[in-house]
């Protein structure tokens, strides 16, 4: 019976350490699935000016908050691309409400995992539309099956997803290479 209970115990660590390992690194950070959203992308080194637009926007604590959430997570580099002086009129007190708009279509509601979007492309012959927290209307493209999943946002732009299935304790990151911004 002794052995039964550490070999059950010994499996037990050994899943859940297998399960650990196999969330992706992020930003050469390690991210944890019991730590939540805002939480894993402080340590991302290639998200901080994602965190600092979060922060600025007064949209921390929601992203700490229960969720579940799917966040289309956009690199440094991603908000380096913008035309000069756009990520720093963004973090203006008085362009909050817009920052807000634009990080709330990065939010799409519940957990939704990659195979998830894919399969929701799929089912609709390869694009399929979705609403996001911040009131924008996307797509999911995917020419074909097992190709990658972009996301084409309101002004005709496509995301590449990096990285896929961060998992968090209060939803899943997609890391994406391009800020995308609402239709105007």
Known sequence: ????????????????????????????????????IVENAMNSADHTTLVAAVQAAGLAETLMGEGPFTVLAPTNEAFAALPDGTVESLLEPENREQLQTILGCHVIPGEVFYNQLENMAQADGGTHSFDTV??????????????????????????????????????????????????M
């Not at 052995?3 to 390992?21: F, V």
């Not at 002004?155 to 961060?166: L, R």
């Open 134 to 183: 911040g009131g924008c209307t996307f797509t999911l493209v995917q020419a074909a099956q097992g190709a990658p999943v972009t996301i084409r946002d309101g002004m005709g732009n496509s995301a590449n997803i990096t990285i896929e299935n961060v998992d968090q304790s209060n939803g899943v990151i997609h890391v994406i290479d391009t800020v995308l911004m609402p239709a």
């Open 1 to 36: 019976m002794k052995t039964l209970i550490a070999a059950t115990l010994s499996l037990t660590t050994m899943t859940a350490g297998a399960a650990l390992a196999q969330n992706p690194m992020v930003g050469g950070a390690e991210m944890f699935p019991d730590r939540n």
